[in-house]
């Protein structure tokens, strides 16, 4: 087969990830089949108006995947065990869970190249990393956290910090510390499913709140601390999940002082508080002694890390929060907290945070000439727009319409706490889709939109 000549997608990811891509795409449709003999790199190249180190680079993935074996002084080709290393690719790629709020992924070369190196040599102390470990993080692993949580101007000693794994699971344990069965929670009343869900599987009663542009409002949040004597307050402060709210810093600041009237728990989840360059400071700052406040880095680096920084209210709360964990989940992945650890000490991480930050901007940018500004809520380093729907057009329509484009949307009945569910949506901009992709989405989703019902 060196006469093949794959076609490299026009949609700005990585050549040489394309090139790989499309070995894994002949494997799979049958257009290269075991033991077939690639085109020398340099003809390649030649042939696809690409440089040398760009076909070396996807021939090397293409080998590090197992579709390819190259022998020296006879040439590449198509590995023994390639049809099912192929077969498993498109099944790892098509297995994406996209109600999930997503990240835009990474697609420079330099940066996977550095985010590899640090998995490389995470992997050189494996065994180390198969072993029991602590359920909240070694001393170096909360070092790592220290240095990243005071990205956000927190600077707790270590004592009350706890690597977990994941937002999930944390606020699992916060709230079986907190609250038992019958009891109620506070939270805005359109809010993140997630915590939705963890209440209602611990039978917690949640009341959601209303609020403004700047966030909860202070008096309601009054009224029903006095009204239904709650365990915690639930909040997603900045770049709210679905509404792409951040709450002002003014109100974080009356927030505090309500809370701190009643000595009422906060829960903040700050999954998005790393992501804008000039961030309101956390509400931990305000009410250090009744926060715990929540870094998860599912939405900053990868979920695939699941992995959060969780600063307890003092020492005690830390280590019944440790108690807690270690039934809910033994420990956090030693593997993905030395990996984390890795890119935060090298600068991986906040590279990759840096990335997904300007990638989330261009989105936003695409989604503002695309869709009617009048129809949406958002902000620019938002990873999703929530989006009102006209009068007689349903969401469960659209999102019937809108499913195989890659576009991941949410209805408005997994947010809402309180009364009806309006017709509104949320809709992701981030995952694997790729900008011109995304074009095509939204330009879709303008189209049905915007229709006579």
């Known amino acids: 087969m060196q006469s093949w000549s794959p076609i490299l997608r026009r949609d700005g990811a990585a050549r040489y990830l394309q090139l790989a891509d499309a070995i894994a795409d002949g494997i799979a449709d049958?257009?290269?089949?075991?033991?077939?003999?690639?085109?020398?790199?340099?003809?390649?190249?030649?042939?696809?108006?690409?440089d040398f180190t760009t076909v070396s680079r996807g021939y090397a993935e293409a080998r590090r995947r197992g579709l390819i074996d190259s022998h020296?002084?006879?040439?590449?080709?198509?590995?023994?065990?390639?049809?099912?290393?192929?077969?498993?690719?498109?099944?790892?790629?098509?297995?994406?869970?996209?109600?999930?709020?997503?990240?835009?992924?990474?697609?420079d070369p330099a940066l996977l190249a550095r985010m590899q190196d640090g998995l490389q040599t995470v992997s050189?102390?494996?065994?180390?990393?198969?072993?029991?470990?602590?359920?909240?993080?070694?001393?170096?692993?909360?070092?790592?956290?220290?240095?990243?949580?005071?990205?956000?101007?927190?600077?707790?000693?270590?004592?009350?910090?706890?690597?977990?794994p994941g937002a999930h699971p944390t606020m699992l344990a916060i709230l079986t510390g907190l609250a038992k069965a019958g009891d109620t929670l506070l939270c805005e009343d359109v809010t993140y499913p997630g915590f939705r869900g963890i209440a209602g599987r611990l039978g917690l009663t949640l009341v959601g709140l209303p609020g403004d542009a700047e966030g909860i409002d202070p008096d309601a949040l009054e009224d029903g601390i006095r009204r239904?004597?709650?365990?915690?307050?639930?909040?997603?402060?900045?770049?709210?999940?679905?509404?792409?709210?951040?709450?002002?810093?003014?109100?974080?600041?009356?927030?505090?002082?309500?809370?701190t009237a009643h000595k009422l728990p906060l829960i903040e989840d700050d999954a998005y508080g790393f992501i804008p360059p000039h961030p309101p400071a956390p509400l931990a700052s305000f009410a250090p002694d009744l926060v715990w406040h929540i870094g998860g880095l599912a939405k900053c680096i990868g979920a695939g890390l699941r992995l959060a920084y969780t600063v307890a209210p003092n020492s005690h709360a830390a280590r019944d929060l440790a108690h807690q964990?270690?039934?809910?989940?033994?420990?956090?992945s030693p593997l993905m907290m030395a990996l984390a650890t890795r890119w935060i000490t090298d600068g991986t991480?906040?590279?990759?945070?840096?990335?997904?930050?300007?990638?989330?901007?261009?989105?936003?940018?695409?989604?503002?000439?695309?869709?009617?500004p009048s129809m949406y809520d958002s902000a620019p380093h938002a990873f999703n727009v929530w989006m009102r729907l006209p009068e007689g057009i349903s969401r469960a329509d659209v999102i019937g319409?809108?499913?195989?484009?890659?576009?991941g949307i949410m209805p408005a009945d997994a947010f809402t706490v309180t009364g009806e569910p309006s017709e509104s949506l949320r809709v992701c901009l981030g995952g694997q889709i790729t900008r011109?992709?995304?074009?095509?989405?939204?330009?879709?989703?303008?189209?049905?939109?915007?229709?006579?019902?």
Not at 349 to 372: G, H, N, S
Not at 401 to 407: C, E, L, R, S
């Open 228 to 259: 239904h004597a709650p365990k915690a307050l639930y909040l997603n402060p900045t770049l709210q999940n679905p509404t792409t709210r951040t709450i002002s810093l003014a109100r974080r600041e009356r927030i505090a002082e309500v809370i």
């Open 124 to 164: 050189a102390n494996l065994i180390d990393l198969l072993r029991y470990q602590s359920a909240t993080g070694g001393q170096i692993d909360k070092e790592a956290a220290s240095t990243w949580l005071s990205l956000r101007g927190l600077v707790p000693t270590l004592d009350r910090i706890a690597v977990t």
């Open 30 to 50: 049958g257009t290269l089949s075991r033991g077939d003999r690639l085109p020398p790199q340099r003809r390649l190249a030649d042939r696809l108006g690409i």
């Open 72 to 107: 020296v002084g006879r040439g590449t080709f198509v590995a023994e065990g390639a049809g099912e290393s192929a077969r498993r690719e498109l099944r790892r790629h098509a297995d994406v869970d996209l109600t999930m709020n997503l990240p835009p992924e990474p697609t």
């Open 349 to 372: 991480a906040d590279r990759i945070r840096r990335f997904i930050r300007d990638e989330t901007q261009a989105r936003q940018a695409i989604a503002a000439q695309v869709l009617d």
């Open 436 to 453: 011109t992709e995304l074009r095509d989405a939204l330009g879709l989703l303008a189209y049905v939109t915007s229709r006579q019902p």
């Open 401 to 407: 319409q809108m499913a195989g484009t890659g576009v």
């Open 325 to 332: 964990l270690k039934l809910v989940s033994v420990m956090p």
